[in-house]
């Protein structure tokens, strides 16, 4: 899939862009811009793709892309039904921070937020629990212009870096927590091992044993620090590989997809792949990588079809 170059258009009021797009559907490419883009989702659901990683998006979510970070927020295939509707709204706050805002972050109060920067690289969604608060001043932000605009944002950039936690990553789906050193380097070594094994049959006592900790130990501490099953977390790194597939072509049927992936039978992958996407393997296949006459021409998806049923 190509990575459009985007250019975010120039704002002659400051170095804060805001973009609020009421469209009947969002844009359609993948693409990368130079600036960090804060985003607010109004109206609207369909997939996101960030970098390699993809997950769904909805009304309400909040968030952060990293600057160069490859995206996309693909759109549900029923919003290119009726082009005259205004099917989606998104508000996109535009910030170059590795120039336009440097001066501003080089200041000694600001060593929060910089360092706050530093983990938007490969981008982050803001945690529930924090999306009406933010959302709210997002709004007041559109209304501000010049200095006032440039000062609110960087007070919600404040807030971000020193009172919201459990940040979700969006290069691993991992929540991020402050670990000690030893508790950083047993997580990591559970995600590492995680992400180069995932295809195959890990027990529980297997990821434990990668731990150093029983297999009940080691469920009460991973639900502890991520607070999700370890199957749960498995689960969503085998169907983010399956999505990237799809979305890649590299896949001949479900059963090929199924299988690369981890999962025994193309069933058990169906109704994981729905649970954690909100749709069928047919119908993200469908509207993320294969037009309906291809597919029919193929066969791809009338197999995939054949499963969800």
């Known amino acids: 899939m190509k990575v459009i170059q985007f250019t975010v258009p120039v704002?002659?009021?400051?170095s804060v862009?805001?973009?609020?797009?009421?469209?009947?559907?969002f844009y359609n490419y993948l693409h990368r811009h130079k600036e960090a883009q804060l985003t607010l989702i109004i109206k609207g659901e369909g997939t996101l793709i960030a970098g390699s990683y993809t997950q769904p998006f909805k009304a309400g979510d909040i968030y952060v892309i990293g600057a160069n970070q490859p995206h996309m927020f693909k759109g549900d295939a029923r919003y290119f039904e009726?082009?005259?509707?205004?099917?989606?709204?998104?508000?996109?706050?535009?910030?170059?921070?590795?120039?336009a805002l440097k001066g501003m972050l080089a200041l000694p109060e600001l060593e929060t937020v910089r360092k706050f920067l530093l983990l938007t690289r490969s981008s982050?969604?803001?945690?529930?629990?924090?999306e009406e608060k933010t959302a709210a001043e997002i709004m007041r932000l559109c209304k501000l212009t010049g200095a006032e605009r440039l000062f609110a944002f960087m007070s919600l950039l404040t807030?971000?870096?020193?009172?919201?936690?459990?940040?979700?990553?969006?290069?691993?789906g991992f929540l991020r927590h402050a670990y000690s050193e030893?508790?950083?380097?047993?997580?990591n070594d559970i995600y590492q091992y995680t992400l180069e094994h995932y295809a195959e049959n890990i027990s529980l006592a297997r990821i434990a044993s990668v731990a150093h900790l029983t297999t009940y130990a080691f469920c009460k501490y991973f639900k502890k620090h991520t607070r999700k099953t370890y199957l749960e977390f498995l689960n969503e790194?085998?169907?983010?590989?399956?999505?990237?597939?799809?979305?890649?072509?590299?896949a001949e049927s479900i059963a090929s997809v199924a299988y690369a992936t981890g999962y025994n039978n193309p069933i058990t992958f169906n109704r994981v792949f729905r649970k954690v996407t909100g749709m069928s393997p047919s119908a993200y296949a469908r509207q993320y990588r294969f037009g309906q006459e291809n597919a029919q021409r193929s066969g791809?998806?009338?197999?995939?079809?054949?499963?969800?049923?």
Not at 182 to 187: A, N, P, Q, T, W
Not at 300 to 309: G, N, R
Request: aromatic share 10%.
């Open 11 to 14: 704002a002659e009021e400051g």
């Open 300 to 309: 791809f998806i009338s197999e995939w079809e054949e499963v969800a049923l």
């Open 182 to 187: 030893s508790e950083g380097l047993r997580m």
């Open 82 to 99: 009726n082009l005259k509707e205004k099917n989606i709204h998104a508000i996109h706050i535009f910030f170059d921070h590795d120039n």
């Open 124 to 130: 982050l969604q803001l945690p529930a629990a924090c």
């Open 159 to 172: 807030y971000f870096s020193r009172q919201v936690k459990d940040w979700k990553s969006l290069s691993t």
């Open 17 to 25: 862009v805001i973009q609020e797009d009421i469209l009947p559907y």
């Open 237 to 250: 790194i085998r169907i983010n590989a399956a999505c990237k597939k799809i979305i890649n072509g590299d």
